[in-house]
């Protein structure tokens, strides 16, 4: 398998650089007219797979949408994943997983391995350590598969640890980075990401990633290519991969409209691949 830093990357130059989420929260099933439940919930996540499906880079449910439905919402969860990866679309599962040991491999296994919920990729948290990462970070260099790491997040309650300093001076997130760009070490291209919100007013040193940064916090959440730029160095510009989900959402439930918001924030982000 192609590592997936590697598939990433022609992916972003083929479609634009643009992360598209599928969030499927009951305030927008209800905008889309739809039932709170799992008919309601498949209708969305269809048109969601119609709508993105071998148009853009990447595409990332977020997990915790579909847990509330039990056996029946990861049901719909695999069928959007397998309906994506069949199409060549890549998948990033926002599953948030951290554990140590035998717990954080089995989470591995589950998003990265070649069960019904695996996936591309998939989003980790590293507050238990870096190296408690270690089972989902060899599954994936074994597997060809993507794991982007939790770095510095946008939410207010994330400062008072991912801000905090270690010893040599370095923040905790800037050891995330570090840490990450260690096992990127030698790649082309590497296929550990960090997550960096977008609407941070300031982020870890990213230039030494040599890896994806996934930057939530696009559209409704205030962030966008100016709040991208003043982030990230220019010389990392074209390893961004921004990621916005309600201000595409919120233009649905028509697919061919979503397909067209989708398309205008590819092009608004164009710039970072030139």
């Known amino acids: 398998m192609t590592p997936f830093g590697a598939r990433l990357r022609q992916a972003m130059r083929q479609h634009g650089p643009v992360c598209l989420g599928i969030d499927p ?26 709508a ?11 997990v915790a949408f579909f847990e509330p439905y039990g056996s029946g919402g990861f049901m719909v969860l695999e069928d959007t ?5 069949e199409s060549g679309t890549l998948v990033l599962a926002d599953a948030k997983r951290g554990d140590i040991g035998s717990t954080m ?4 296994a589950a998003w990265l391995g070649d069960g019904p919920l695996g996936s591309d990729a998939v989003t980790v948290s590293p507050y238990l350590g870096f190296g408690s990462l270690a089972p989902a970070l060899d599954l994936a260099a074994d597997s060809g598969g993507g794991v982007f790491v939790l770095a510095a997040t946008s939410n207010p309650e994330g400062a008072q640890l991912q ?9 905790v997130a800037q050891t995330v980075v570090d840490d990450a760009a260690a096992r990127n070490a030698g790649a082309e291209f590497g296929s550990v990401g960090v ?15 040599n890896g994806p940064i996934l930057m939530p916090g696009v559209g409704a ?3 966008g290519p100016e709040s991208v730029r003043g ?22 439930p028509s697919a061919d409209v979503l397909r067209s918001r989708a398309e205008e924030f590819a092009d608004a982000f164009a710039f970072l691949q030139n």
Request: aromatic share 4%; net charge positive; proline share 5%.
């Open 25 to 50: 929260h009951p305030q927008l099933l209800r905008a889309w007219g739809l039932a709170a439940d799992i008919d309601g919930l498949k209708r969305f996540a269809d048109t969601c797979v119609d």
């Open 52 to 62: 993105f499906a071998g148009r853009v880079a990447l595409v990332k449910p977020q």
């Open 81 to 85: 994943i397998a309906a994506l990866r």
């Open 105 to 108: 491999a089995a989470y591995a």
């Open 163 to 171: 801000r905090g300093t270690t010893a040599d001076g370095r923040s």
């Open 195 to 209: 997550v960096v919100g977008a609407t941070l007013a300031e982020a870890p040193d990213v230039g030494r990633l």
């Open 221 to 223: 959440q205030g962030g």
């Open 231 to 252: 982030l990230v160095p220019a010389e990392s510009l074209a390893a961004v991969v921004p990621s916005v989900s309600r201000e595409v959402l919120g233009a649905g």
